[in-house]
């Protein structure tokens, strides 16, 4: 058939590239993970399993993952239910606000709160100032840092999720909940939020796959020593040269969102995006 | 509608979140020091941040990477969707997810397993393994903002032109490309500003003379705290800001993104 053949020679090159530049060197990555010397073995499981920088590591990542999609999805729900009720303008306007940070470097967000954050920095200036505190706070290098730094970071994410959602509900729906006599809250949360649940599953998703692969943010808030798994990779590869631990981490990372997105696609009910 | 004054209290809060590190950086970047509020003002910084060598050249190898990368991952994608929409073929939907798998795959992960198998065992120099990472990341983006496009397309047209005696191919580049000439600009401009502004991607794959932008940012931070990092910041979102309002308001890209 003519279109068999169309159809190979259109996805055939994407795919050929796909498959030597995503598919192999990922491939070669999971089969070292089980490779010691010239056996197949788990022991590079084990050994990494076994240190507690690997543990402690693991567990704030999911941690700091599950803070930011819940602290996000907080911040989200009001944010979105205001802006989509909002005339077409302003609605644009605040729109482009929340988004415009999507367009910056994780480099230059994560920065601006490393100088709010610092010593001398304004945080701590105003603390002073009311007098909260007599000697600077140590803000920074620490797992609240990284939160703060990561919850906006993927705001817009889950901003962005939670109001296309929004919008597909017809506003009739609310109307009718509040004139049979549900108050805005209980409006809200019978009928609002569980149309939109769809949304919060895309976006939490997003966010929090977003959190436990992030690299930059962690880096520059948490430093060496508050590490998350991302930060844990770098350090052992390009600092200490250790390529086991490495590679078992990098497949820990590659392992945990494959299951989450794998998770979402059951979940989803329909498309958003 | 009646607002409630706590929902405009939290919507402030909310914004002042979004907004304040952008703020801080924009002022301390004229200050002398990281000090907030600045106790005198300067452009030392913006022409320091300029003039070093360092910065330019990263600045040079993100655009070299970025415009290529975009370029090679719509060669690949652009085929890609126009199949995936045109022909209803068995299989599609494994291939579907073959062109979108990489979006799953944690971009740290691919830097350090072509760092690993193709830079480190198999001899490839940094900057093809740089562009290949980039573009990886890119295909799924090239697919999805042309496809998009693509599904507004009545191939019709192209059915009759093709009845008229020309050959697919013309048809494809003298009808159906044209019409979703706008889908593959949105995709060019969001797939450059995306590996314009990418870090993890690179993180494993800079070596010397090959470093983008963000990175050299980055290490240059562990090193130094001035607020040179800040005009570059600065820098680094007017040209993302004003390379994107070009083209939304040349083409109106943002409805096919």
């Known amino acids: 058939m003519r279109n068999r053949a169309a159809v190979f020679a259109l996805t055939g090159p994407g795919l050929v590239f796909l498959g030597f530049s995503l598919l192999a060197p990922i491939a070669l990555l999971v089969a070292s993970s089980f490779r010691s010397g010239d056996a197949w073995t788990v022991a590079p499981y084990v050994s990494t399993l076994s240190k507690s920088v690997f543990r402690i590591a693991a567990l704030r990542t999911l941690r700091v993952g599950l803070i930011v999609t819940a602290a996000t999805a907080f911040l989200s729900y009001p944010t979105a239910y205001y802006v989509s009720k909002l005339p077409a303008r302003r609605r644009a306007v605040l729109m482009s606000l929340a988004l415009f940070p999507l367009m910056t470097t994780a480099v230059v967000r994560t920065f601006g709160w490393f100088v709010i954050l610092s010593r001398q920095g304004i945080l701590n200036r105003v603390l002073e100032a009311i007098g909260w505190v007599d000697r600077p706070v140590q803000f920074l290098y620490t797992e609240g840092a990284i939160v703060l730094g990561l919850t906006h970071l993927f705001f817009p994410l889950m901003l962005l999720s939670l109001i296309s959602a929004m919008e597909n509900i017809p506003p009739d729906v609310e109307e009718a909940a509040r004139s049979l006599g549900a108050r805005p809250l209980r409006a809200f949360a019978r009928v609002v939020f569980p149309l939109s649940a769809d949304g919060l599953v895309v976006g939490g998703t997003l966010v929090f796959t977003g959190c436990i692969t992030a690299y930059t943010t962690p880096a520059i808030l948490g430093g060496t020593r508050v590490l998350t798994l991302a930060t844990l990779l770098q350090q052992r590869a390009m600092t200490l040269l250790d390529w086991e631990t490495a590679t078992v981490v990098a497949v820990v990372l590659l392992a945990l969102a494959t299951v989450v997105n794998l998770a979402l696609r059951r979940l989803r009910v329909r498309g958003v995006s | ?257």
């Open chain 2, 1 to 257: 509608m009646r607002r409630s004054r706590a929902l405009i209290a939290l919507m402030l809060l909310v914004y002042t979140f979004i907004l304040s590190p952008f703020v801080v950086i924009f002022i301390v970047s004229f200050g002398p020091n990281l000090v907030f509020p600045p106790t005198s003002l300067t452009l030392n910084w913006y022409v320091r941040a300029v003039s070093m060598r360092m910065f330019r050249e990263a600045f040079v190898t993100s655009l070299e990477i970025g415009l290529l990368a975009i370029m090679i991952a719509l060669f690949f994608g652009v085929p890609a969707a126009y199949a995936l929409i045109r022909f209803p073929f068995r299989g599609r939907e494994t291939v579907e997810f073959a062109f979108t798998a990489p979006i799953v795959v944690p971009a740290l992960v691919i830097g350090f397993a072509l760092l690993r198998y193709y830079i480190q065992l198999g001899r490839l120099p940094v900057f093809p393994g740089l562009l290949i990472a980039h573009t990886v990341i890119l295909v799924p983006y090239a697919v999805r903002v042309t496809a998009a496009s693509l599904r507004n397309f009545d191939f019709l047209t192209e059915e009759a032109a093709i009845s008229l005696g020309a050959p697919p191919w013309k048809a494809f580049f003298r009808i159906v490309l044209p019409n979703v000439r706008t889908g593959v600009l949105a995709a060019f401009i969001l797939g450059f500003t995306l590996s314009f502004n990418m870090v993890p991607i690179s993180l494993f794959l800079t070596g010397p003379g090959y470093t983008t932008l963000p990175i050299q940012m980055l290490s240059y931070m562990e090193y130094y705290f001035n607020p040179l990092v800040a005009a570059l910041s600065v820098l680094m979102i007017l040209f993302t800001v004003i390379i994107t309002q070009v083209a939304e308001s040349a083409l109106g890209l943002s409805r096919h993104i």
